[in-house]
């Protein structure tokens, strides 16, 4: 394993992911998980159902509420961007659909389709986001309730493509979440901030105005270039990353390329 950055993100080397992995193994992942918040494989051209069962080993597959998923594997969507499109999916800073009641533990993501030149993703480390605030500005965060909505305008348009072609047809035409601008890590125990651009709207019992200056504060220092990495897609490639404590922005940088990814969301909790 090598760290790629000194806030976030880690390279994990000789495993085989399609293989018959053990628990030590698989263990040994989720230690590596929990301390880098993302971490990376190369070379893993894994076909759909060994993606699904590696996934497995880490908890509860759950299905994005916008998009259908693959043909016969409905808990993978394809991430995709055509050579025409001018938005790419997903293109925010953001932690994924932090609009549902209880948003997902983590994400993996494999590259099938890569762009001759750009197409990076960069993560950031919202553990260090909320460490490096100040006393006062943490106290005054103690109790504040982020709005979440999957309608922000600007994540929006980043999905309006795949959703005008794979649309689920129980798909509701709002979704929204609030939740505690400070989360506790159910399994580390950190504190994280947990707002992002994409989809947090306002604080609870505020009005958008009056929360605009704090909230846009905080969604500028948690992206700090030292609280952050980027990472350069390869066919094979696979990011599985932990949305309690990361957010990402794949960076919209490869006009008149095709970029296809596959996804797969696993079950989280309640975040308090």
């Not at 918040?37 to 993606?51: E, H, M, N, S």
Request: hydrophobic content about 35%; proline content about 6%; charged content about 25%.
């Amino acid at each position: 394993m090598r760290p790629i950055a000194g806030a976030i993100g880690a390279e994990i080397y000789g495993v085989d992911l399609g293989g018959e992995l053990s628990e030590a193994t698989i263990g040994a992942i989720r230690r590596a998980w929990l301390e880098h918040c993302v971490v990376f494989f190369r070379d893993q051209p894994l076909p759909p159902d060994q993606f699904l069962r590696f996934a497995k080993r880490f908890g509860q597959l759950v299905e994005y509420p916008f998009i259908k998923g693959i043909e016969g594997f409905p808990e993978i969507i394809p991430v995709v961007k055509l050579e025409h499109e001018k938005s790419n999916f997903g293109g925010i800073w953001h932690s994924d659909t932090s609009y549902l009641e209880k948003p997902p533990m983590a994400t993996m993501l494999i590259a099938r389709e890569v762009p001759a030149r750009g197409g990076d993703t960069m993560f950031a480390n919202t553990y260090l986001a909320y460490e490096t605030l100040s006393d006062g500005m943490k106290h005054l965060l103690d109790g504040l309730i982020a709005v979440n909505s999957s309608r922000k305008a600007d994540a929006s348009r980043t999905r309006e493509d795949r959703v005008k072609e794979m649309k689920r047809d129980d798909a509701k035409k709002e979704y929204v979440g609030e939740h505690p601008v400070v989360r506790t890590h159910p399994e580390t125990g950190r504190k994280a901030l947990y707002v992002n651009v994409a989809h947090s709207v306002r604080f609870k019992d505020m009005t958008d105005a009056e929360s605009a200056p704090l909230l846009n504060y905080l969604i500028q220092h948690q992206t700090r270039p030292e609280f952050t990495c980027r990472f350069h897609w390869e066919v094979g490639s696979i990011a599985f990353w932990d949305n309690r404590c990361a957010q990402h922005n794949p960076v919209n940088d490869y006009h008149g390329y095709r970029r296809s990814m596959h996804r797969i969301t696993l079950a989280g909790d309640t975040p308090r």
